[in-house]
């Protein structure tokens, strides 16, 4: 019969992989922030504007005409997602426990196969299952990005043409 186990490796090594893997996906997700920002928010490192115009009537002056200018992030909704929650689970066997020269106890397992699925041959198969549950959810605005929506939100320019008399 296969041996029903995998590579032994020391359990803080396997715990610590799955989670800095988790860490860098919610790393990647902040980098696609940013970059959702600068490619629409910014043209050639400049604040990239929505004009539109609109007439109004002035009571006494006839119809004006506004130009309003509008930062094109204030507009949008940035996606900043981050993982809320993050779940492993893993089977493992512990097959040694160890002492290095701090005495702190160190264990070494090897992940538990799974001899359940078949072979495109007919044989037998031995994988590993390391099961994820992610949630993701909208992460909180930064406070660096509050700070330049503020500022950003004084960009807004309304200027009108002279009232034209009807």
């Known amino acids: 019969m296969a041996d029903s186990t995998v590579s032994q490796i020391p359990l803080s090594q396997l715990v610590g992989s799955l989670v800095r893997d ?3 996906a919610d790393g990647m997700a902040a980098k696609a922030t940013s970059d959702f920002i600068q490619n629409v928010g910014f043209d050639k490192g400049e604040l990239r504007m929505v004009q ?4 109004q009537v002035v009571p006494g002056a006839g119809v004006k005409r506004y130009t309003v200018s509008v930062p094109l992030l204030t507009l ?7 993982i809320e929650k993050a779940e492993i689970s893993f089977t493992t066997t512990i097959v040694e426990m160890s002492q290095d020269d701090s005495q702190v106890p160190r264990l070494h397992a090897k992940l538990a196969a ?3 699925s078949t072979k495109s041959d007919g044989g037998m198969s031995e994988t590993t299952d390391v099961k994820f549950t992610l949630t993701m959810a909208r992460s909180d ?5 509050t700070g330049i929506f503020g500022l950003l939100g004084n960009n807004i320019q309304v200027t ?3 009232a034209k008399q009807e």
Do not use: H, M
Not at 76 to 82: E, R, T
Not at 141 to 145: C, W
């Open 22 to 24: 988790i860490v860098d």
């Open 52 to 55: 539109f115009s609109y007439q």
């Open 76 to 82: 949008v909704p940035i996606p900043i997602l981050g």
């Open 114 to 116: 799974d001899l359940a």
């Open 141 to 145: 605005v930064p406070a660096g990005l």
């Open 160 to 162: 009108g043409a002279p």
